[in-house]
């Protein structure tokens, strides 16, 4: 999958389980839309998870954990 491959090099991705989902619930959506190029749905996908996922500031080379005070 290309988004899958992308977040995970840019180091985006996020826990697996969730960002899978997430992706797909995306794909799925454009392809029952009717779209079919996959670098539209890659990108788009890419794009929403990107937007819809919470930033983490990032202190010491770590993602700082959600809730953590």
Do not use: F, H
């Not at 009717?34 to 788009?44: D, F, S, V, Y």
């Amino acid at each position: 999958m290309i988004a899958w491959e992308y977040l995970e090099a840019t180091g985006e991705l996020g826990e697996a389980e969730g960002a899978a989902n997430e992706l797909l619930d995306i794909i799925e959506a454009m392809i029952r839309t009717g779209e079919r190029r996959r670098i539209l749905i890659a990108n788009t996908a890419i794009e929403t998870y990107k937007r819809t996922r919470p930033r983490r500031e990032v202190r010491n080379g770590q993602p700082e954990k959600v809730g953590a005070a």
